[in-house]
């Protein structure tokens, strides 16, 4: 199962991630957490990141995407995933639509949370 859950903060995407995590068997994907790890690894993107963050920018929409790449590339995610905190907006919802066709895994569901 592939899914993607759309909510603004405090909507409850992390508690329902956390449960169907371990109900779907699949990995529980926070572009936070995700961006967190990247840099306290020092991976190339990591180090992207954390030069603009330092700098006190937002992460740009490429450097997380190339991060998200890079995370669906691990072995953990070949039977699915949840997606939590991507897309936040209509550019970001067509290139994950890019990425994951480039990779052959389409989405099985989005769920909008309020």
Known sequence: MRLVLLGPPGSGKGTQAARLKVE???PHIST???LRAAVAAGTPTGLKAKAVMDAGNLVSDDILLAMLEERLAQDDVKNGFILDGYPRNLAQADALDH?????GQPLDAV???D
């Open 32 to 34: 936070g957490d995700m």
């Open 24 to 26: 779907l068997g699949v």
């Open 99 to 103: 990425l994951l066709a480039k990779i």
């Open 111 to 113: 769920v909008k949370l």
